[in-house]
């Protein structure tokens, strides 16, 4: 384990806090560790009653480009990811689950961010819309489960929980309602 021997906050913004920690290693080395501070989150993989997986196009503007995604968000303080992984789905696609399976979860890039994803399985979908101020520009696309594989091995799908999340439910051999 290492010691943190200093910490400084370089930088807080609205999604995210940046700090700089000098570190004392095992071996009595000093060095600095950049983290970034990222609340939890929820990923979701819904399901519809044919089986397709429900998933959000998005411009990301951090690798410059629209990405395919299974929705995502940020847990509001005092919120449980359950609530979160309702709100999320209603705000981004239009639809609120009537069964919700938690599937597990991981750190998104551990090496320097402290967010944790939720990851869950959402069906028996019906129509709610919640509007939220940074979703409009979001694009619902149904993609057959069938065809997911071959999706992440092109790259069409290329994020990490995205990834994750859909090898997880065809791992399990989950199908939806």
């Known amino acids: 384990m290492e010691k943190t ?3 400084k906050v ?3 913004g609205r999604a995210l806090k940046l ?3 000098t570190v004392l290693k095992p071996d009595g080395k000093t060095t600095t560790r950049e983290i970034v501070e990222h609340k939890d989150c929820v990923a979701v993989v819904v399901l519809d ?3 397709n997986v429900i998933m959000v196009r998005q411009y990301r503007k951090a690798v410059g480009k629209h990405l395919l995604e299974i929705p995502a968000g940020s847990i509001d303080d005092g919120e449980q990811p359950i609530a979160a992984v309702r709100r999320e789905l209603q ?3 239009g639809y609120l689950p009537n069964k919700i399976d938690k599937l597990g979860g991981f750190y998104s890039t551990p090496g320097y961010c402290s967010e944790y994803l939720h990851l869950y399985m959402a069906s028996y979908l019906i129509p709610s819309r919640l509007e939220a101020e940074d979703t409009e520009d979001i694009k ?5 489960l069938s065809r997911i594989p071959d999706m992440i091995a092109s ?5 990490a929980k995205s990834v994750a999340g859909l090898f997880r439910v065809i791992s399990l051999g989950l199908k939806g309602s």
């Open 49 to 51: 009653q044919k089986d």
């Open 5 to 7: 021997i200093s910490s």
């Open 91 to 93: 705000e981004e696609i």
């Open 155 to 159: 790259g069409e799908i290329c994020d």
């Open 19 to 21: 700090r700089v920690d």
């Open 10 to 12: 370089v930088y807080e």
């Open 140 to 144: 619902v696309e149904r993609v057959p």
